[in-house]
Each structure stands twice: as structure tokens, then as C-alpha cells.
């Protein structure tokens, strides 16, 4: 609500000492008023995802269900067809029993290896493991797809934040399910306090959401919207 508040503030402010062109009539004025103020509010400019190291390290992170691993198989393949990447997909998930599996059958339909270890329950040792991997056959992009996690459930929480530190990811990305709504903020929040990710990547927007979420996100925890999926 106080995001939304301050938003219809800011419009109505412009709107009121906004002198309309006599080439514009003031539906035109209007519309143009809230899609500036709307683009501010996001950040009024794209930016990018880094990936200048080599390999570049790409920590995806989130909760329970929110499409992680279809997004890591779908990040790693834009960047191998639009950036000439190399890349390495990690599964790092050593909870769920099918994650696994769903990554491999994903990312062999675009011809994208998978690095585990099966017989390993650390995703510490795991996510190094696959990055020294990665530097020794020559694959110039990792992507790290985690398990999900509540951000209530401190043990899990501390073992991200871990993975994280270890790591040390040239970007960390919160993937959140856009049709979760408003607690979503909530949730970046948790999220951002533990991780300090980069962006934020919305899923599921093709639902009946509205994608309101992506505003108050931008708004609260101050990080860009980097990918919609």
C-alpha cells in the first residue's frame, strides 16, 4: 500500500504541474506521466548480468517452487546462443530427489552439461567441486542452481549464505513465483538481508498475475528486476 501510495503521490504531482502540449491531448499527457514514473520506479535504465569472469559464476536462489531450475536451464542457454558462452549447469539441489533428474533432462535438450556429485550431500564441496571443474575443461560460465528454501528455515538460510561465501559468485540472483504477490516483498527481503543478490528474476508471469510484486520489490530491497521468466 505505501508503495502504491507514493507512486499515485508522484503522479498526481506531475500530472497537476504538467503544462499539456497542445499537440497532446491530456489522456496522451497522462498515460506518458505514469509510464515515466513507472520506469523510475524500476530504475529507469536495463542492467545487465555479469559475466565477465572466466568462468563467470551465476548463483540462482530462491524459494521452494519458484522455477529455479527451469530458469538456471533457460539463463544458461540464452547466454550459450546470445553471448557465445560456454556453460556448465551445477546441481546443487541435494534435497528434492527428482531436482537433479530435471536439470539433467532440461539442460541435455539444449546440449548443456550438468556437473554432480552423487554420492555428495554438501553443496559447499559441490558447487566448488563444479567450478574447479568447469576452469579445467574450459566452459567460461557456470550457472548454480540451489535447493529451495523457506526464509524462515535458518539452517537453510545459513548453508545459501555459505555457499555463497565459498563461492564468492560474480552474481547472485533471487528467483521468485510473481503469482505469490505481495509476499514476495517479504521474502526478498529475508533474502537479500543474507545473500545481498544482484537481481531479481520474476517466473510465472504468464499466469493471471499481474506482476505487482515487481514493484514493490524494486521499491523495498532496491535491486533490479533482471529477468522475467
Known sequence: ??????????????????????????GQMMVKI????????????????????NP???LVAGLQGSGKTTFAVKLANMLKSKKGKNPL????????????????????????????????????????????????????LVV???AGRLAIDEEMMNEIASVKKA??????LFVVDAMTGQDAVNTAKEFDARLDFEGVVLTKMDGDTRGGAA???RAVVNKPIKFIS
Not at 35 to 46: N, Y
Not at 167 to 172: K, N, S, V, W, Y
Open 1 to 26: 500500500y505505501k508503495i502504491a501510495k507514493t507512486f499515485t503521490d508522484a503522479v498526481k504531482e506531475k500530472a497537476l504541474g504538467q503544462d499539456v502540449l497542445t499537440s497532446v491531448n491530456p
Open 34 to 53: 505514469v509510464h515515466d514514473e513507472l520506469a523510475a520506479l524500476m530504475g529507469g535504465k536495463m542492467e545487465d548480468i555479469n559475466i565477465k569472469g
Open 56 to 58: 563467470a559464476v551465476i
Open 89 to 140: 549447469l551445477i546441481a546443487g539441489d541435494v534435497y528434492r530427489p527428482a531436482a537433479i533428474d530435471q536439470l539433467k533432462i532440461l539442460a541435455e535438450q539444449i546440449n548443456i552439461p550438468v556437473y554432480t556429485e552423487d554420492d555428495n550431500k554438501n553443496p559447499v564441496k559441490i558447487t566448488m567441486g563444479g567450478i574447479k571443474y568447469a576452469k579445467k575443461t574450459g566452459h567460461d
Open 144 to 146: 548454480i542452481d540451489t
Open 167 to 172: 563461492i564468492d559468485p560474480h552474481e547472485t
Open 215 to 217: 514493484l514493490s520489490i
